[in-house]
């Protein structure tokens, strides 16, 4: 059982270029989430989704795009990379409201120069 | 915006001592969750508390869901080495979902 499965783990952008991290999960969740863990700090919500189809802004979206194709998926888009992107970026998913109950992925390190 | 305080910011004690740390904050939450997170990790869940005054154990680790619902401890008893990580308070909040506000963590290390 796979759980949430993020890639990369690592990646160096420049400054201006796009990407797209990769998340995806196995366990036939609802709900999905993207989050930023800057150093020595604790995690912010990007987006969320609480299904295909349907996403929302969470606490620091500004810089970024997701889409929910489908329930697996939930891929977090960085069209103009800034130095101020650079943290680990951690999706996690639930099967019901409430983050008691979610799974987190490895995480991807991002750093943008 | 909402805060949490953190404290301590790290730790450093001898193996088989009991540790606490606590999160306070001038916010109501409805949730308070626990983390712990190793190196190039996610955080994974220790402990959730659902309602004010809960006290709720797992193995060696107890926390605590403040009476005002703006404070939360937890404890962990006779520390080992495996203990080593960083761990996070969370409160949960109403409204959007996900929204967790989190502590800037509490690091502890541990001597055999």
């Known amino acids: 059982n796979a759980g949430v499965t993020q890639t990369p783990k690592f990646r160096i952008l420049k400054i201006g270029q796009s990407m797209t991290l990769q998340c995806a999960q196995d366990?036939?969740?609802?709900?999905m989430y993207w989050y930023r863990q800057d150093p020595g700090m604790g995690l912010k919500l990007i987006y969320y989704?609480?299904?295909?189809?349907?996403?929302d802004k969470g606490e620091v979206p500004n810089g970024y795009n997701v889409s929910r194709s489908t329930t697996e998926d939930f891929p977090l888009r960085l069209e103009l990379a800034a130095p101020s992107q650079t943290s680990v970026y951690f999706c996690?998913?639930?099967?019901?409201?409430?983050?008691?109950?979610?799974?987190f992925g490895q995480g991807t390190r991002l750093t943008v120069v | 915006g909402q805060q949490l305080n953190q404290s301590p910011q790290s730790m450093f004690i001898q193996e088989g001592e009991d540790v606490s740390m606590n999160c306070t904050s001038s916010?109501?939450?409805?949730?308070w969750l626990w983390y712990k997170q190793d190196p190039g990790e996610g955080p994974v869940l220790l402990i959730a508390?659902?309602?004010?005054?809960e006290l709720t154990s797992n193995g060696r680790l107890t926390a605590q869901f403040g009476i005002t619902r703006k404070d939360s401890f937890l404890n962990i008893s006779a520390s080992i080495p495996s203990d080593v990580g960083i761990y996070f308070c969370?409160?949960?909040?109403?409204?959007?979902?996900?929204?967790?506000?989190f502590g800037k963590g509490t690091k502890l290390s541990v001597k055999p």
């Open positions: 916010s109501i939450f409805n949730t």
């Open positions: 989704s609480v299904g295909a189809g349907i996403t």
């Open positions: 366990m036939n969740h609802n709900y």
């Open positions: 969370a409160g949960e909040y109403g409204g959007s979902q996900g929204n967790l506000i």
């Open positions: 508390l659902y309602k004010a005054g």
């Open positions: 996690a998913s639930s099967y019901s409201q409430g983050m008691a109950e979610a799974f």
